[in-house]
């Protein structure tokens, strides 16, 4: 069955930095696009980037646009997501999710998600 698996999240201090890193199972991976979103508390989850199938495309939120870098390795089956200049608004659990269309901002059109981790940027 299909697994991703994220992990890297924790506590950081504002201005800090992360790397987080969802390893995949049971798919393909170099034919799907991948996503990373994230849901803060009391809040709706939302997106914050995706990646083509080669990582030749990569797009953003606004809201992070210039401080986080999505990648990806596909020998390795595993996408990135490197988050710097971390802010307290940042705070939530992060998901990465594959979708075996193109990359979409829209979370409906994601096949599999993984469990999420924890992002703490104090302030």
């Known amino acids: 069955q299909v697994q991703l698996v994220e992990s890297g999240g924790g506590l950081v201090q504002a201005g800090g930095s992360l790397r987080l890193s969802c390893a995949a199972s049971?798919?393909?991976?170099?034919?799907?696009?991948m996503a990373w979103f994230r849901q803060a508390p009391g809040k709706a989850r939302e997106f914050v980037a995706h990646?083509?199938?080669?990582?030749?495309?990569?797009i953003y939120a606004d809201s992070v646009k210039g401080r986080f870098t999505i990648s990806r390795d596909n020998a390795k089956n595993t996408v990135y997501l490197q988050m710097n200049g971390l802010r307290p608004e940042d705070t939530a659990v992060y998901y990465c999710?594959?979708?075996?269309?193109?990359?979409?901002?829209?979370?409906?059109?994601?096949?599999?998600w993984g469990q999420g981790t924890q992002v703490t940027v104090s302030s």
């Open positions: 990646i083509s199938r080669s990582g030749g495309t990569a």
């Open positions: 049971g798919l393909t991976f170099s034919i799907y696009s």
């Open positions: 999710s594959a979708t075996a269309g193109l990359a979409t901002t829209r979370q409906s059109s994601y096949n599999y």
